[in-house]
């Protein structure tokens, strides 16, 4: 099989564009970033794009920032490591009238049959029985969970509260369908922010 130069230009650039495409690269621990909560239950009704925000020390998220029942309540921004599974990924307020005594990290409870609240917690003191704050990574544009190298899980879930507009973060461990919270539906984490349509 004979090529002619065009030919033969156009196959090098190929695999030098595969062979760069397999080189590995870091990127460095980012912050200030946001996270945004997507799902709807059976009725059309959910976060719609809502960010994480703490309340309390657990997760919410939803269009609704401050409870009537909170003590603290703010919306947050992370500091996480995309290429990490080992690191915590650690929240700042976004309050300037909020401040947290010590770094608090993102946990949850994979134990196999929980339904448990997402969290945050500033030391393994204070966690939840099995909560783990490392593992979390991306899987295509989605937080995941990795509770291994091939097993990236997407199990986060949304509860109603009794604050309109606003849900609680849950992680979902293969619980059974007697464990979930009534009126709760899965959803999807990103950092893609929802998209504001204007006329």
Known sequence: MLFNSARAASWLS???????ASLPHKRATESGVSLFVYGTDSSGNGPNGGPIIYVD?????????????????????????????????????????????????????????????VGFSSSSATLPTDAVTTGFSFFGTNVAYAADESDYELMFWAVPTNSSGLYALYWDAAASTADLVNGSFPVTIKTTAPTVLTS
């Open 14 to 20: 190929l695999c030098s564009l595969s062979s760069a």
């Open 57 to 117: 020390g657990l997760a919410y998220t939803g269009t609704t920032v401050a409870p009537s029942w909170a003590t603290v309540a703010t919306n947050i921004t992370f500091t996480l490591d995309p290429d990490s599974t080992t690191t915590a990924w650690t929240i700042s307020p976004s309050n300037s009238t909020v401040t947290f005594n010590s770094t608090e990290s993102l946990y949850i409870v994979p134990t196999t049959g929980s339904f448990t609240q």
